[in-house]
């Protein structure tokens, strides 16, 4: 396989075509899929009290986590249903008639432990609830066997892949060059463009084209837009363009709970959904990784350093305002291209291709909101995430328009290379 990069501008043509490449299964006729019944569904929300609730992991570490948990999952489940797909990591030995929801605990479980081992006795205590549960015999203890194997695997596959490490981004005072933002000018996150991708080739094999030049009329609409939209006492952004900006900024992040709703109102069963959960997590954990190497390769200003400083850019279309402040505390790494973007590009462009259509309703809570969005498709969801990112504050256009194009040709790279169905 060629590790060429793979140029995000050259595929946008191709991707706006149906991503049919892997065929897709629901659930099967008249099986159940809800969460009370869906031990996929309920090891995910386990996950989430584990990296939000507890640990409080930002979000370029919250996908690590995710992808690792359901990446285990996955393999447990596969392995149990004959392999019905390509492995993640492993195929363990299994009969097919082991107790799905023991390995899917087990998985879980066993990946969880390793992540958070200081929450070992709070996740003993819900695995061994769970496990109580489930009727004795063979097949519970062959299932918990299978669900460790598959922990086990991931675990080591991902020691040392380069998380949490000690780079550090390069700043720099020249016009265009990120340095840190107020109010706490921090610098964090480095590491996530280094850390070993879980199914492209490499950090650099995606990229994108850059931002506009300073002194052109593309550079000036992005700063003036952010500029009137964005700010804390923006007179032109709307009510609703407000609460968009919030919902989208909440680091709970309703994607998960969209995620988890999809799976229960679209009815797949558990192999569908553990698969649905793994190839969504690994996708958007590989797309943070993709765009931080660029955000690196890039190192742009964000808008509240631009504006401060638009009378040293070279454009006479653009004007400094020293007092301007964003309506969300801007990120603490450089702007372009943006991670929010890049993942929720991953995401929906996923979501189409997965369940072959664009236009399936869903919806979200944030509390930072304290409102619930309601959308009519994926296409759509996207739209929006590009917009509230510029009414945040925290985002030019151009760089929410190329994360969303670099995080559909992940998805686009994923769909054909991974996760096939087998026979």
């Known amino acids: 396989m060629s590790t060429q990069p793979f ?80 492995p993640y990591l492993v195929a363990p030995p299994a009969r097919g008639d082991e107790s799905v929801p023991a390995a899917v605990a087990a998985a879980a479980h066993g990946v969880l432990v390793a992540l958070f081992p200081d929450q070992r006795q709070r996740l003993r205590a819900q695995y061994d609830a769970a496990l109580a549960d489930l009727p004795g015999g063979t097949a519970k203890q062959r299932g918990i066997r299978v669900g460790g194997l ?74 003036n837009e952010v500029k009137a939209v964005g700010s804390a006492t923006s007179t032109v952004r709307t009510q609703d363009q407000t609460e ?47 765009c931080f190497s660029q955000k690196e390769h890039w190192s742009y200003w964000r808008p509240v350093t631009a504006i401060h400083l638009a009378d040293d850019d070279g454009n006479r279309r653009t004007a400094a305002d020293p007092g301007w402040t964003p309506l969300l505390v801007t990120p603490p790494f450089p702007e372009y291209p943006s991670g929010h973007a890049c993942g929720t590009g991953a995401r929906m462009s996923f979501y189409r291709h997965f369940f072959g259509r664009d236009d399936i309703a869903f919806s979200g809570s944030s509390v930072d909101s304290g409102t619930t969005r309601h959308f009519t498709g994926f296409s759509q969801a996207l739209t929006e995430l590009v917009g509230a990112r510029i009414w945040g504050g925290v985002h030019f256009r151009s760089a929410d328009d190329d994360g969303a194009r670099l995080g559909e040709a992940i998805t686009r790279y994923v769909v054909r290379h991974h996760f096939r169905p087998r026979g």
């Not at 191709?14 to 159940?32: R, T, Y």
């Not at 995910?44 to 640990?55: E, K, L, M, R, S």
């Not at 610098?187 to 490499?202: K, N």
């Not at 990229?207 to 550079?219: D, N, V």
Request: aromatic fraction near 10%; proline fraction near 7%; charged fraction near 15%.
């Open 7 to 86: 140029r995000v501008f050259l595929a946008v043509v191709a991707l706006a075509a149906p991503l049919a490449v892997v065929a897709s299964a629901p659930a099967a006729a008249g099986a159940p899929a809800g969460r009370l019944d869906n031990p996929v569904i309920t090891w995910d929300v386990n996950a989430q009290t584990a990296i939000w609730d507890v640990a409080a992991q930002q979000p370029n570490e919250q996908v690590r986590s995710f992808a690792m948990v359901n990446g285990a999952v996955y393999d447990a489940v596969n392995a149990i249903h004959g392999v019905a797909y390509q």
């Open 150 to 223: 598959a922990a086990a695997a991931m675990v080591a596959a991902r020691q040392h892949d380069g998380a949490f490490g000690d780079q550090q981004w390069s700043t720099g005072t020249e016009p265009g060059r990120w340095r840190p933002t107020p109010p706490l000018f921090l610098s964090q996150g480095a590491w996530t463009g280094h850390m070993r991708p879980f199914l492209i080739p490499h950090a650099g094999a995606f990229r994108t084209p850059g931002p506009p030049p300073l002194t052109s009329a593309a550079y000036a609409r992005d700063l």
């Open 244 to 290: 968009a900006a919030l919902w989208w900024h909440d680091r709970r992040s309703a994607s998960w709970e969209i995620k988890r709703q999809l799976a229960s109102t679209q009815r797949l069963d558990v192999l569908h959904t553990a698969r649905f959960f793994a190839m969504t997590d690994l996708i958007v954990a590989d797309s943070g990784v993709a």
